[in-house]
């Protein structure tokens, strides 16, 4: 037995199918079962929640991502709801979830592997979603960070950025933070995968973080590069909830025996 991963995917991103076959790959390397649906992006809703009922009674699936975003005609919320919350290891479960969010969680991660304490520092967030900022502003208070949480009506953006201790930028606008932003010798992690055209590329574009590295990296004392920082490590912590929802299945049917 082995634990299993499946993965919902709805529509044909190119950057959604993309990280499904990483995520997908992965599984695979570490000796996990892997199951992807792929469904047109005219499925309904009543199809999508068809597949994930299916998904929560498979006793060899133990844990169920939903691949976001959701076409536009798809309310999320109904979506993620039907997720049985002790499979959801992407931890966004409306109702309140077991494991924590993967992004979110990995770049705690990727703090506490730089020995990097939060404790006490000054720390702006920037972008309120519900995958990322909000979920990462509270497990950040709860390591006694001090953290201010700056979105699309915030003024001063720039000035707040400036006093902050670790700036983590997840608001998706590419290279939106430039180096006159950091304060000399703060951390930066930065979340965003944004892609901007490139006609010097194959694929007419390349990716960009909401950071401008260029700059950042001359000022700051650790940073994160996109791609290849936070990206890896959400996918990291994904296959970790998987692990930990299979331990704890056969933890509970080894005490039924």
């Known amino acids: 037995m082995a634990p299993g991963l499946a993965v919902l995917l709805v529509g044909d991103r190119k950057d959604s199918s993309l990280y499904v076959e990483l995520k997908?790959?992965?599984?695979?390397?570490?000796?996990?079962?892997?199951?992807?649906?792929?469904?047109?992006?005219?499925?309904?809703?009543e199809q999508i929640l068809n597949h994930i009922d299916q998904f929560n009674k498979d006793t060899s699936v133990h844990g169920i991502l939903v691949q976001l975003p959701l076409p536009k005609h798809i309310d999320p919320a109904l979506v993620l709801r039907r997720v049985d919350v002790n499979k959801d290891v992407d931890g966004l479960h409306p109702q309140g979830?077991?494991?924590?969010?993967?992004?979110?969680?990995?770049?705690?991660?990727?703090?506490?592997r730089s020995n990097i304490d939060v404790s006490g520092k000054d720390v702006v967030v920037l972008g309120r979603s519900r995958v990322v900022g909000l979920p990462l502003s509270l497990l950040l208070t709860k390591r006694n960070a001090t953290v201010t949480l700056c979105h699309s009506r915030s003024q001063q953006v720039k000035q707040k950025a400036q006093r902050a201790d670790i700036l983590i930028?997840?608001?998706?606008?590419?290279?939106?933070?430039?180096?006159?932003w950091i304060k000399p010798g703060a951390v930066v992690v930065d979340v965003g995968i944004n892609h901007i055209p490139d006609h010097t590329k194959g694929s007419g574009y390349r990716i960009?973080?909401?950071?401008?590295?260029?700059?950042?990296?001359?000022?700051?004392?650790h940073i994160?590069?996109?791609?290849?920082?936070?990206?890896?490590?959400?996918?990291?912590?994904?296959?970790?909830?998987?692990?930990?929802?299979?331990?704890?299945?056969?933890q509970d049917e080894n005490s039924c025996k």
């Open 97 to 112: 979830a077991i494991f924590q969010p993967c992004t979110p969680k990995g770049c705690l991660e990727l703090l506490d």
């Open 208 to 221: 960009v973080g909401d950071v401008c590295f260029e700059e950042a990296y001359k000022v700051a004392s």
């Open 24 to 45: 997908k790959k992965t599984a695979l390397k570490l000796g996990f079962n892997s199951f992807v649906v792929k469904l047109e992006e005219e499925s309904s809703l």
């Open 224 to 250: 994160t590069p996109v791609p290849g920082g936070v990206g890896p490590m959400t996918i990291a912590m994904l296959m970790h909830n998987t692990w930990l929802s299979f331990i704890t299945k056969v």
């Open 169 to 180: 930028s997840a608001c998706g606008v590419p290279e939106l933070v430039r180096g006159d």
